[in-house]
């Protein structure tokens, strides 16, 4: 970090795509940017990016990378480092607390610290998470495709979530696990489509040789799979956030939490004025690509406010001279009026 005491036009805190997204549109637009990385993005444990154009297959770490070297190549600092608040100043800037305890000014925010994925107390599942235990299907679904997927059923989404995995495979099983309410007609739905129904909780998961084999029920029988898909909860890392007054807001479907997020208007202001937020904070659908468009959309967004304050800044100065260009313009009115006096007295 460059100075002790220097203060940046903006802060990012948050290093993934959509942090360096709009790192990169501020270093751009000729802004001193730094960003602070925590280095814990949330899809460390998936082997590639799948949906973003152009970079499709990359693996995460390389495309953070890529973004990282992009962002500096225009200016912008990065440092690793959690923050861990923020308070806003007298002049309408912001302090930024690293957990070291060492702070950073700037005149603007940009929060992307992304959420936390919560899985259902199931044994297994944490460990096999972005491997084969699995939620997104427009992220994993072609390179699982036609293998025995298996669907836990967690919340009011379950079956629609059966029906919709069951574009990428024929062998879809449904556990209800701890869900009894489906519907007649969610039952029909998933018999046309040929979606086995297993009852019974679902306690553990087999696996050999480094590979998900089995989903284990409550009663010792186990179900062949190879892929389980869970409905983790959604919970943002919305801590500086809340030092700042922002309050998560729940997501909720019937009676079931899906998660929380920071409510932002779509360019991503909050109602702190000078606080945005970007990626998966604000958005728990937000996919790689999402994020880094969200990240776009917040940095210009930053500059053109930066740009309305800076304008107004110089018109201020432009009616009101600095003292010195006041007291130069009487000294040139007093040897005007000499001047005068003078050639009167010839």
Not at 24 to 39: E, F, H, K, Q
Not at 99 to 114: F, H, P, Y
Not at 224 to 232: F, G, I, N, S, T
Request: net charge negative; aromatic share 4%.
């Amino acid at each position: 970090m460059s100075g002790k005491n220097q203060r940046y036009d903006a802060v990012v805190v948050g290093g993934g795509t959509a942090g360096l997204s709009g790192a990169l549109a501020l270093a751009r637009a000729r802004r001193s940017v730094l960003v602070i990385d925590a280095g814990s993005p949330r899809n460390a444990p998936a082997s590639h990016v799948h949906n973003y154009l152009g970079r499709e297959g990359t693996p995460p770490s390389e495309l953070l990378a890529i973004g990282r070297a992009e962002a500096s190549g225009y200016g912008a600092e990065i440092v690793e480092g959690e923050a861990v608040a923020a308070e806003k100043l007298p002049d309408g800037g912001f302090r930024v607390v690293r957990e070291d305890g060492s702070t950073v000014e700037a005149r603007r925010l940009l929060v992307t610290t992304g959420l936390v994925d919560e899985l259902p107390q199931v044994d297994g599942l944490a460990e096999r998470w972005g491997h084969e235990v699995l939620h997104c299907p427009y992220c994993h679904g072609w390179e699982v495709r036609d293998r025995a997927i298996g669907i836990l059923a967690v919340s009011p989404m379950a079956v629609h979530q059966a029906l919709l995995w069951r574009q990428w495979s024929e062998d879809v099983v449904l556990f209800r696990h701890l869900r009894s309410d489906f519907t007649d007609e969610e039952y029909e739905q998933l018999a046309a489509r040929g979606i086995a129904v297993v009852d019974g909780e679902v306690t553990g998961l087999d696996v050999e040789d480094d590979r998900l084999t089995g989903v284990r029920l409550a009663g010792g029988t186990v179900i062949p799979r190879e892929v389980l898909v869970v409905q983790p909860r959604f919970t943002a890392r919305s801590g500086v956030l809340e030092s700042l007054g922002l309050v998560p807001t729940a997501m909720e479907m019937g009676d079931h939490l899906i998660g929380t997020y920071i409510a932002a208007d779509p360019a991503g202001a909050t109602e702190v004025p000078g606080v945005w937020v970007a990626g998966n904070v604000a958005n728990l659908m937000e996919q790689v690509v999402g994020a880094a468009n969200a990240g776009l959309k917040a940095g210009s967004a930053m500059n053109a406010d930066l740009v309305t304050e800076d304008t107004g800044r110089a018109v201020a100065a432009r009616r009101e001279p600095s003292s010195a260009e006041a007291e130069r313009k009487v000294t040139e009115r007093v040897l005007g009026d000499r001047r005068h006096g003078l050639q009167e007295t010839r």
